[in-house]
């Protein structure tokens, strides 16, 4: 269907994500979407963004209409070095905090484009907890979007509510969380809730309270994958929310897709052409997302792990050369030739994983990576670090067994304090995923399953697609 219009205008929705690549690519991918149903769209952004997101819509058929449109990111005196505008560009993990402060000075801009275009609505990353107050004085409806999983989100709820942690006696004695539609086993150092480091607690408590206060919530996911907390998320928590994923699957101009994010570190070409060579389901895929920078000594384990299982692979490692390559141990790439390829920098993360010889994915279970594994029908192996990580991988191993855990304990900051995977870990697991034993087929044959069953969730007239559509509807009967 198209946009539902009153006096002829479409209707207009304005994107605002947070500067982060995992926070910018789905929207992107939400705002083309909307465009493709002929909602009119403007994505918000800083001026050193705003090429990552041309450069993503350039081609596309919908560009005509998407507006993209800059605000200033004002510079304070201390802090950030100038041209930091995005999360990976962060020199340092103290500087996190003077970052999610300084997003707060771009609420004037945000106010004023309000002002000039007045939106029917604007969906916004949950980190701007401050545009349910700029959206009220404008009286226009807010949307906000996590970009967790209905999973996630009742998980943190239900975490909140009944704080089992409270009830155990050590690091290493697990409860249940209470009410939840299945028993997920948890211990308290996977909780930041427990561990209370690095403000996110009261991070927490912001973006419930904004949450409260807004419209509703947009979800990069689709009812047949967790279709149990989606009910939960609606019925018993009460909220109004559409689901309209997985959103990779909405840009599948093969093309475009290259340019997804950032532009790729290697060229099509030389990945397809290693890839070409492998069997089917062969390959294992590692990769930790846009933000997870793992130091020297991890890095060196999955050296280890990875040569150890003897198994192919590509890994994608967040350094250049120029960042210096002690954590690589000599003589390595010679011999791994032929068996592992490793990207730095940015891979094409979305083709890669679709390409068939591609038989496991590595991950830290970012929820983009974790649903693009899925739409690519790719069992996992699971290496959460922080965010709402570790409860994703609840849902891949627990509750969708499509994966298995490489056994991390511990809820981090940054990557830089748990140390405790080995290359031992690495080695088992990744032999284990792409065995040809029954545990991994079955693996692999309900990863494939809900693949199917997310291609169908977006096609026209799929639970996705009809839920876009009841929210544009929902919409326009907002203009009255
Ligand atoms: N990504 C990519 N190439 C890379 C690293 C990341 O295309 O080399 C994309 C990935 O496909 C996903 C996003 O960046 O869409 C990362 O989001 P996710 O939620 O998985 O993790 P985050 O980066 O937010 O921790």
Known sequence: MGAETTEHSPIHIMFFPFMGHGHMIPMVDMAQLFASKGVKTTILTTPLNAPFIFKTIEKSKTHSNINIQTIMFPSVEEGLPDGCENFDSIPSPELVPVFFKRTELLQEGFEQQL??????????????????????????PRIVFYGFSFFAMCAYECVRLYKPYE????DSESFVIPNLPSDIKMTRIQLIEYLNIGGWVE????????????????VNSFYELEKDYVDYFRKIMGRRAWHIGPLSLCNNDKEQIKYRGKQASIDDNEWKKW??????????????GSVVNFPDSHLREITLGLEASGQQFIWVVKKSKKDGEEWLPEGFEKRIEG??????????????????????????????????????????????VSAEQLYNEKLVVDVLKIGVPVGVKRWC???????????DAIEKTVRKILAKDEGAEERRNKVKELSRLARKAVEEGGSSDLDLDAFIVELSSLRG
């Open 203 to 218: 991070r927490l408590t912001k973006f419930r309270e904004s949450e409260e206060k807004s419209y509703g919530v947009v």
């Open 413 to 423: 900051l940054f990557a830089d304090i748990d140390d405790s995977i080995k290359w």
């Open 167 to 170: 009830n155990v006696s050590s």
């Open 115 to 140: 002002s000039l275009q007045h939106p029917d609505c604007v969906v916004s990353d949950m980190f701007f907890t401050w545009t349910t107050d700029s959206t009220s004085k404008f009286d226009i």
């Open 339 to 384: 068996n592992g390829l490793i990207i730095r920098g940015w891979a094409p993360q979305v083709s890669i994983l679709e390409h068939e010889a591609i038989g496991a994915f590595m991950t830290h279970c970012g929820w983009n990576s974790t649903l693009e594994g899925i739409a690519a029908g790719v069992p996992f192996i699971t290496w959460p």
């Open 275 to 288: 890839l070409d060579t492998k069997e089917a389901n062969s390959v294992v895929y590692v990769s930790f």
